[in-house]
Each structure stands twice: as C-alpha cells, then as structure tokens.
C-alpha cells in the first residue's frame, strides 16, 4: 500500500475509536486533502474502515465489537481543532521523555501523533491513552491504578499512593474544560482535577493542552492558575487578555 495513504487511513481508523463516524468533509480538513482523495483511498483499499451515505465508519462486516465505549459528550465536537493541538503537542515529546498523559477527549489525539521511532516512558491515568500508547514500539507505558469510570475512562486513585507519587516526569500534558483569564483553568471533575494538580506538581515542565472552543469557558472543577502552566498548546492564538495572566 502507498505510505501516503497507508498514513490517512490509519488516522481515520483512530478517529473512530474516538466516535462513531465522521463525516467526509471533516475528515478532508482534518488530513489536509480533498473529499475525492479520501474517496478514492477508500474505494482501493480493504481496510477497516468504509463510506456509507457521507459518513466514514468502521466496516461492520469487520467490527463486531459493539460496546465502544466514548468519553464526555465533546469527544465528537471539534475534531480538526483536537487533530491540530495533538500535532503541535506530540512534536514536544523528545528521546528519552518521561511523561505524564491526562484523561480527556484531546489527549489520545497527542500520543496518536508521537514519532514511532521515539523511545519514551509514558504515564497515563486513562483507558483510551493507554490503548493508543501500547502501540507505539519504543514506548514504555506505565498505567496509573484505581477505580475506573466508565463516563470519562478514568482510572480514580482509591489509594493515598499511586504511581503518580513516585515518579518524577519531565513533561505532563494537562487537559482542561474551561481555561478563563480571571476563573483560571477548569475541568468538570473533583477526582481529575486532584490528579491535573499532583501532575502538576510532580514535573518538570507542565503543559495546558487546549482546542480553541474552550476558551473563555468556566467549569465547576478549579484545576489551577493559567500561570501555574509551563506552557501552553493551543489550535488559536489566545486572546490578548490572557497575556497579562502567563509569564
């Protein structure tokens, strides 16, 4: 098979462990070619994946597996925005990284987009990142314990100790719901936010990774002050407003 589109189609494939279709225009944004191009790789090769009624799904004559499970109900929302955020975050994980992976709907679309050939640990505290990681060769992947949630596909902590205490990361990758210039950053969930800030304070350079549609979004859990963040990942620029908040 052509490497190019041996590249597309793998792409599409992780799209829908994400959701269950995604449509063909979507999908020409997201991997930058035309409609016509998704189409004629589609019609060459028998792959996993097929275009039924302008939707692209997986071929139910090959995925028998009907209990796919989805995380928040955004993880369909703003796929070319996460695409863009999980391209510009992969491309910071160097050789010999050691690194933390957060829950969230955005976070597989960073380790999806990982150089293969980059040898790093990876600790996550998710199922969905953890499948993605363990197929990367050259990554060692370490999974956090606890009681896993079947709403966000988070592993909460039912121990005073996890692997979180006792590894020391170079970069965590933190997701967020809201990021606002006077609320701070924000998430929906008590449990994960305690997880975001012990990452937090465990690495040595702590990342905000973020699609533009949640900026100027509140939520109810309070993760920590934009400032507190080493840097920011963004598919935008931010808004003026918050230059005064990031050193």
């Known amino acids: 098979m052509d490497k190019k589109i041996k590249s597309r189609i793998q792409k599409l494939e992780f799209l829908l462990k994400q959701m269950d279709k995604i449509h063909l225009r979507d999908a020409a944004n997201i991997l930058n070619v035309s409609e016509m191009t998704i189409r ?35 993880e369909s ?12 975050a992969a491309e910071l994980v160097k050789e010999g990284d050691v690194v ?29 990142t953890f499948m993605v990681l ?3 060769p ?9 009681n896993y949630s079947r709403n966000n596909s988070f592993l909460v902590p039912i121990q005073l100790k996890n692997e979180l205490d006792v590894i020391c990361t170079t970069k965590a990758f933190i997701s967020a719901a809201g990021i606002d210039a006077k609320k701070g950053v924000t998430c929906f ?3 994960e936010a305690k997880t975001k800030e012990k990452a937090m304070e465990k690495t040595k350079e702590s990342i905000l990774v973020i699609d533009s549609s949640k900026i100027n979004q509140v939520q109810k859990a309070y993760i920590n002050d934009i400032n507190k963040f080493d840097r920011i990942v963004c598919d935008q620029p931010l808004p003026s407003i918050f230059f005064s908040k990031i050193e």
């Open 40 to 74: 004629r790789d589609l019609n060459t090769e028998t792959g996993s994946v097929v275009l039924l009624g302008g939707y692209i799904v997986r071929d139910p004559q090959k995925n028998s597996d009907n209990n796919n499970y989805q995380i928040f109900e955004q």
């Open 77 to 88: 929302k703003h796929i070319a925005e996460k695409m863009e955020v999980g391209r510009l």
């Open 100 to 128: 933390f992976f957060d829950c969230g709907s955005t976070i597989p679309f960073i380790a999806s987009q990982i150089d293969a050939s980059i040898k790093f640990t990876a600790l996550c505290c998710s199922i969905n």
């Open 134 to 136: 363990q197929e990367k």
């Open 138 to 146: 050259h990554c060692e992947v370490i999974l956090c314990g606890g």
């Open 189 to 191: 969930n008590f449990d």
